[in-house]
């Protein structure tokens, strides 16, 4: 059977999800395997190094770069606080002293008789990883982190902004193709994620910021609606790290899109359950999409098998969505994947697939198509 | 030894390239290309297997073995195998590194000038005088992680202070590398000699230290080759080291594996020498596009980090302004809808335009692309700054001297285009446009597109240095670039100067091969095209008064020329190229030039 390597994004009513939760540096890893865990528990601290100022004494004391070992009054690896003299020199005939003060609390990292220049380092700063989802320690990575596993529930969207959140799911359209607007928004869904149909307006999203929604998860937003929540204007997309407080899932692309209907039945299927979700993107070579995962507990885990692998490919039968204009947004299953390459209203000669979208029979290249990986 | 056949990859952070290259009736030529993603990432985690499959895809479509379970069969015996198997690299986001000197327009600009030599993307230059305080630098420097850093400053015998500042910069920084976290970073010193011990005593235990000569041992002079190899040299041994699977492929290669703009730049700096031209080249990627110039002699390369058709494609919009990208549209599209078309290609970067619609957007978007990273090239590509020079009265009411570019569009004889956008548009005629209408060639300018981006692997090809195969591979590499790669699309002709809408700018006497003749009257704001195939043509290029077309305002010029797959493009639309903002008036214009070359299908 024909196949078409194109990657898409994960629907998953049950999935072995793993999370690896790591120190940006080596530290210490405070769970153990077997250990359960829920989304705020610390599993690995460390202290990244403080931050560094350098401070030219020798310019200060208007001396020599080679006389300020003579200067200093502290050594190496001394604590010294702020406004604790550093170095000082006797003026003329032991008067006009002048001395070098310390600009913060810090430790004597380096005193250069070179450059003059000496380096106090601030305390160390304390940083923790917590294990975002709920699960259980599947295995230690010695002195980095841990990974955490759990059978959930798992989406991808496409883009999104803001980084790792957690909260409740909310439903606050009846259906996949109703706009969220500010009055679907309430006090009571301060600390939850609501999820809505085909779009969200800025108006909307900011509203979700000040009631301080915990995430937002909906079809389509508007790319140029970015820059003024952003600051900028994005250029690649690469999020993650903004501090907006509300994090925004975008699972089908920018404009006015219906939601899919699987994902918004899975979803509602998850009305009321906690969710771990994460608008970091990141799309280059080794892409990261935002998601939304949500644990399952006993009674909701069932005994059907996963179908992991599908990420083979598009064949015949395969679910799929059409990706780029004309047919942007639509869904369909593909009746054909011929071999030849076919000529395009752009004269672009492209290999193909013809997809059945409700009876009608679409032409399209089968790099404009995303696979639906479903269960 | 005589050499038969060659197989070479480009393992790209998406997709992994194969090419064949066959002896044919005692000449190389191209047989094949396969293609296969690229397998750097999970699941796979080993770049040889992309490589397998791309490949296993040349086997298929050569219809002869080359691989021996997971080997490549060297050399080619009864049929089968290849004599030489090479391959560059540009997977896992090829090199990154940060580059530091005293003065950033001096030495500063002269690290920047060798990493990227190299091939490599710089992702920030470090300077004494550049603005931070050092713990803003040391905060970068901490955050950016490179692959490797390039520490310069100084002149031999000049101040050791600076440099040595710089080093404790570094050094109180303590940077990790990117890739794998049980190795020191790699650091090359090419700075004052007389700073050699103390920078050794600041950064030798901390970080994998390299002291090569210095790269601007004097004021008026560059010394980019000691840098520019040890950053190959280190490539290979570390960041390439790290990369899964490439100690495998390293094992597999006759020639040491080049960054994939490495290749290319040597490949274009060896034909400008070899024709003794000037030349102008550039690769548009997804994420980057990549310029290279020769001009009097003098090699550049800069890389726009973040200007290309995918992944980065929000980023042109952003830095042109949406007002520029809509000035190439000959439709009328409302703006709000075109922002979420172009942000939906970046989300997702692999699709292609189906419609013509699509394909008019995508190629208007490339124009400014290639427009953006040229005048970031221009900027680069300068004379050394910080020289004295001597000057006359005149040169002084000039303003010109040192820091001043050394790209002359007037004196540029070829400018090649690779990458997508321009090597697999679906007529020719649309990439002579782009090129056009971005890089703005001046005076009698040839155009040629690289037919499948084989470039990188054509570069090292050029650049083996063993000495039993270096000659043939030269040559063969030399071949192929003619023969194969090299789709020539004919020649610009513009003249520039200042003239009214509507006045005639520029006569010329074709006379073609057969002896047949054309004349050519050129007016104010048209875009003629002649066809013309790749064949000598003798012309007389006649400019108007306040024209000038090559040899000085008014002077005429009788030369030779060439034509191509589009022909002889003359542009007398002015020089800067102005699209009237006005929708109804440039409509009208862009339909204009669009038909005078057949850019796109009639009916729509």
Redesign the interface.
């Given at each position: 059977m024909a196949h078409a390597?194109?990657p898409g994004l994960k629907v998953l009513h049950q999935s072995d999800v793993e999370k690896n939760r790591r120190l940006p540096?080596?530290g210490k890893v405070v769970k153990n395997i077997g250990d359960n865990v829920s989304p705020d528990m610390i599993v690995a601290k460390t202290d990244l190094?403080g931050?560094?100022?350098?401070v030219k004494v020798s310019n200060l004391l208007n001396i020599g770069?080679g006389d300020i070992k003579d200067a200093m009054i502290v050594a190496i690896g001394d604590h010294v606080d702020k406004d604790q003299v550093i170095a000082e020199m006797a003026g003329l005939f032991g008067l006009f002293k002048s001395d070098v003060k310390s600009p913060i609390d810090a430790t004597i990292?380096?005193i250069?008789d070179?450059?003059?220049?000496v380096?106090l380092?601030e305390k160390p700063i304390p940083v923790e990883v917590d294990a975002y989802m709920s699960g259980t320690v599947k295995d230690i990575i010695p002195e980095e982190g841990v990974i955490v596993q759990a059978t959930a529930a798992f989406i991808q969207g496409?883009?999104g902004i803001g980084g790792e959140s957690r909260g409740e799911i909310v439903m606050v359209t009846d259906n996949r193709s109703d706009e969220i607007t500010p009055n679907h928004i309430l006090e009571e869904h301060a600390g939850k994620i609501i999820v809505g149909g085909s779009f969200i307006s800025l108006e909307a999203y900011r509203k979700a910021i000040s009631m301080k929604i915990a995430g937002v998860v909906v079809g389509g937003f508007?790319?140029?609606d970015l820059e003024p929540i952003l600051g900028y204007?994005?250029?690649?997309?690469i999020t993650g790290s903004e501090d907006l407080g509300t994090s925004l899932v975008v699972t089908e692309?920018?404009?006015k899109i219906y939601m899919s209907d699987r994902t918004f039945s899975l979803l509602k299927e998850h009305e009321n359950n906690f969710a771990s979700i994460n608008g970091a993107?990141q799309?280059?070579?080794?892409v990261i999409r935002p998601e939304i995962v949500i644990p399952l507990s006993d009674a909701q885990k069932s005994n059907i098998e996963e179908t992991r692998d599908q990420e083979i490919g598009i064949g015949v039968g395969s679910l799929v969505r059409i990706?780029?204009?004309?047919y942007?947004g639509k869904i369909g299953k593909v009746k054909l994947l011929p071999s030849e390459l076919n000529k395009?209203?752009?004269?672009?000669?492209?290999r193909v697939a013809e997809v059945d979208v409700n009876g009608d029979i679409l032409i399209?290249?089968r790099?404009?198509l995303?696979m639906l990986e479903t269960n | 030894m005589e050499l038969k056949s060659i197989l070479a990859t480009d393992c790209g952070s998406t997709t992994t390239k194969a090419i064949l290259i066959e002896k044919i009736d005692g000449e190389f030529r191209l047989k094949v290309r396969g293609e296969a993603p690229t397998t750097v990432e999970a699941p796979f985690e080993d770049v040889t297997k992309g490589v397998l499959n791309a490949v296993m895809e040349v086997e298929e479509l050569a219809g002869r073995k080359l691989l021996d379970g997971d080997n490549i069969m060297s050399p080619q015996k009864n049929g089968s195998g290849v004599d030489i198997y090479i391959s560059t690299s540009s997977a896992g986001g090829g090199l990154q590194m940060m580059v530091a000197g005293v003065v950033k327009s001096m030495t500063g600009e002269s690290a920047e000038r060798a990493a990227l030599g190299a091939g490599s993307i710089v992702m920030d230059v470090i300077a004494s005088n550049d603005g931070r305080l050092p713990h803003e630098k040391i905060k970068r420097i901490r955050q950016l992680r490179p692959d490797m850093i390039l520490l310069s400053g100084g002149i031999d015998g000049g101040t050791v202070s600076h440099v040595v500042e710089l080093a404790e910069i570094l050094s109180a920084a303590n940077p990790k590398p990117r890739l794998g976290q049980n190795y020191k970073l790699p650091v090359i010193y090419a700075g004052n000699i007389k700073a050699q011990d103390q920078i050794r005593d600041t950064l030798g235990e901390l970080t994998d230290l390299d002291i090569v000569d210095n790269i601007r041992p004097v004021l008026e002079r560059e010394n980019l080759g000691p840098s520019r190899d040890k950053v190959h040299d280190l490539f290979m041994e570390h960041v390439m080291a790290q990369a899964p699977g490439y100690k495998k492929l390293m094992s597999w290669t006759d020639a040491p594996i080049m960054p994939t703009p490495g290749a290319v730049g040597f490949l274009i700096e060896m034909i400008a020498k070899e024709e003794n031209i000037s030349v102008v080249g550039v690769d548009i990627g997804g994420a980057t596009t990549d310029i290279f110039s020769v001009f009097s002699g003098k090699f550049n390369r800069t890389v726009s980090a973040n200007l290309g058709m995918s992944y980065s494609v929000c980023n042109v919009l952003a830095e042109a302004g949406l007002d520029n990208v809509l000035r190439w549209v000959p439709l009328d599209i409302d703006r709000k809808e075109l922002t979420n078309r172009i942000g939906n290609k970046m989300i997702r970067p692999t699709t292609v335009p189906q419609s013509l619609e699509e394909l008019i957007i995508e190629q208007a978007i490339a124009r400014e692309a290639l427009r953006l990273s040229f005048k970031q090239h221009k900027e680069f590509a300068v004379e050394l700054k910080g020289v004295q020079t001597e000057r006359t009265i005149s040169d002084a009411f000039e303003q010109s001297g040192s820091g001043q570019s050394l790209v002359n569009m007037m004196d540029l004889d070829l400018l090649v285009g690779s990458g997508g956008v321009l090597s697999h548009a679906p007529r020719r005629s649309q990439s002579a446009r782009m090129l056009v209408d971005a890089f703005q060639p001046e005076g009698i300018t040839q155009l040629a597109v690289d037919s499948i981006f084989m470039m990188p692997q054509l570069g090292v090809l050029a650049n083996i240095d063993n000495k039993e195969l270096s000659e043939e591979a030269l040559k063969a590499a030399l071949e192929v670039f003619h023969k194969d790669c090299l789709i020539r699309l004919g020649t610009c002709i513009a003249p520039v100067g200042k003239t009214k809408p509507g006045t005639l700018v520029l006569s010329a006497h074709l006379v073609f091969q057969d002896k047949s003749t054309q004349t050519v009257e050129l007016h104010n704001g048209e875009l003629i095209k002649i066809d013309a195939p790749y064949e000598p043509i003798k012309v007389i290029l006649t400019p108007a008064k306040k024209m000038d077309v090559g040899s000085g305002v008014g002077e005429p010029i009788e030369t030779e020329i060439f034509g191509g797959v589009t022909g002889l493009l003359f542009d007398g639309r002015g020089r800067p190229l102005d699209v009237p903002i006005e929708k109804d008036k440039r409509l009208g214009l862009l339909e204009k030039w669009s038909n005078a070359v057949d850019e796109y299908p009639k009916n729509n």
């Open positions: 390597y194109t540096i080596k190094p931050n560094v100022q350098m770069p990292e380096s250069s070179i450059t003059g220049q380096v380092r496409i883009f508007n790319y140029f204007t994005l250029g690649v997309a692309g920018y404009g993107t799309i280059r070579a080794g990706i780029r204009a004309p942007f395009m209203e752009s004269e672009t000669m492209v399209v290249p790099s404009n995303e | -």
